[in-house]
């Protein structure tokens, strides 16, 4: 099994990771020594230059004047906000517009509910919280609340990118335009999750506080500012705040998860309709992430226990965890096995799923046990700057669409400055046999810390992964290797490479974990 021991120490103060050529990452004190011509750009988004919300929606009212409305349109709104609740609550309080006995009568249910809900509470803390301390909790961005770049997307089929930023705007990046268009809507707020439909060019779902849009953004646009009209608006009644969502590999569908909510939605979006899925136990959906071959999706709850649906009849697996809940989970591209973490625990696990021969792999029988193959457990390394130690909880994991690289990202303590959050890469293999092998640590600049890491889907060369940083910046860091069983022809293209430094010989080489042949 492979731990972080194993691993080359982490870099010298000031300089930061360049890129992964010959089995080395390679680095240096500033990426401009190393031209990256295969690679975006790198962005830089200051805190200064976003323009924050001096209010927030809900007491936005108190800048309007009062105007009357009638009974059912305050309902109508009641219900759209908060459900059933909101509702008794509006019929409770509106003792002119409602018969003494509705009013009353609603009035005690309203109080029952919230006697359950007082004891629901109790078993599930997060319930207590607010929308975007929720959101704060569940996020696979670490310190969501704070950071500048909240979510990052990368289209699954072109070189283009979103941006979900601290002033809740979106913006679209696009090397082959000089147009960025920047998406706003009042009810984009607190985004916690992007992600674009695969196979279109133009639509892209968004997780928000109150709802889920789904924006369709003409590529061939010379907009700026798309209206708020491009986007669709799908809610649902307690489905608030949205953490996370997913679509299918043929874009057929889209599911969201709340933690607010037991079901997790799977929508039709051009019907505007969906279909709960709802299992007792977990109190809520937090995360998701759907196969890349479509068979299965997987579904982390607050509780300790994940589900793992299959597509086909859309029966689940329940997966109860030891100690906390599934923070974070990766399938490799095959679909057939899939690594996560759980809160509170410093290992990755691995649930392999085998096809039957002649029987799709959705149909075909789970796992019984999830096997650990990697521990990172706290870790000291000496280094010129000092003792540093890395490794603890695991705040998100992320496969290359190769299934050759495996970046993990701690968090580390933000209290002391030698535990810093930091991304551990490791090299992988899937087939035919699944190994792992250490790579080395992804570093930033002096003071930046890793919030949120993406792979870029298409990348010919090896991979790239996609670092954005506590100081706004957004980086990308490339991976320079030729695939398992690939004769080996030299990378034409690749940039001159400074010469690195010197590493322990025998960690190319070394196989650390290497899961038996049956």
């Known amino acids: 099994m492979t731990s972080l021991a194993l691993f080359p120490p982490p870099l010298f103060s000031g300089d930061i990771t360049l890129c992964e050529s010959n089995n080395e990452l390679l680095f240096g004190e500033s ?48 219900w759209r906000d908060g459900g059933l609740t909101g509702l008794l609550d509006e019929i409770t309080n509106s003792h002119s517009d409602v018969p003494k006995w509705l009013s009353v009568g609603s009035g005690c249910v309203l109080a029952l509910l919230r006697w359950v809900s007082s004891f629901h509470s109790s078993l599930f803390p997060h319930l207590t919280l607010s929308s975007e301390d929720m959101i704060a909790e569940f996020s696979q961005v670490l310190n969501w609340s704070d950071c500048v770049v909240r979510v990052f997307a990368w289209h699954p089929h072109t070189d283009k990118f979103a941006v979900a930023l601290l002033d809740d705007s979106i913006k679209i990046y696009n090397p082959r335009s000089a147009i960025t268009p920047t998406l706003k809507h009042r009810l984009q707020r607190s985004v916690a999750a992007v992600q674009w439909k695969p196979l279109c060019a133009s639509a892209l779902a968004v997780g928000c506080q109150n709802c889920l849009l789904v924006w369709n953004v003409d590529p061939c646009s010379l907009s700026a500012r798309p209206s708020s009209g491009c986007a669709q608006v799908l809610s649902h009644p307690g489905h608030a705040p949205v953490t996370s969502i997913a679509w299918s590999p043929s874009g057929s569908l889209l599911v969201s998860a709340s933690p607010m909510d037991t079901a997790m939605m799977v929508w039709d979006v051009a019907a505007e309709s969906c279909v709960p899925l709802q299992r007792v136990g977990g109190g809520g959906v937090t995360f998701l992430s759907w196969s890349p071959d479509g068979s299965h999706v997987l579904a982390s709850t607050p509780s300790a226990l994940f589900r793992v649906w299959e597509t086909r009849m859309w029966t689940c697996e329940r997966w109860p965890c030891v100690k906390g809940r599934c923070q974070s989970g990766c399938w490799s591209p095959d679909g057939s096995r899939l690594l996560f973490a759980v809160q509170g625990e410093t290992v990755i696990y691995a649930l392999t799923f085998t096809d039957t021969t002649g029987i799709p792999t959705s149909t075909s029988k789970g796992p019984n046990a999830a096997a650990v193959v990697a521990n990172l457990s706290e870790t000291t ?111 034409s293209g690749s940039p001159s490479l400074p010469h690195p430094q010197e590493r322990p010989a025998d960690f190319a080489n070394r196989s650390l974990f290497t899961e038996p042949t049956i």
């Open 31 to 78: 990426e401009d020594k190393l031209k990256q011509d295969l690679c975006p750009a790198s962005l830089h988004f200051p805190r200064e230059s976003l323009k924050l919300h001096s209010r927030t929606e809900s007491s936005s009212k108190a800048a309007f004047l009062d105007h009357s409305e009638t009974l059912w349109m305050r309902s109508a709104a009641a």
């Open 381 to 491: 390394f000496n280094t010129p700057d000092g003792d540093i130690i890395v490794g603890g909880d695991i705040q998100s994991l992320a496969w290359d669409p190769r299934g050759e690289r495996l970046a993990v990202l701690l968090k580390g303590d933000p209290q002391a400055a030698d535990r810093p959050a930091i991304i551990a890469v490791f090299k992988t293999r899937a087939s035919p046999i699944f190994e792992l092998l250490p790579c080395g640590f992804v570093q930033g600049e002096p003071g930046a810390e890793p919030r949120l890491m993406q792979f870029h889907p298409n990348f010919r060369h090896g991979a790239v992964l996609t670092v954005c940083w506590s100081n706004g910046r957004i980086t990308h860091v490339p991976f320079y290797f030729l695939s398992t069983g690939v004769p080996r022809f030299g990378l």
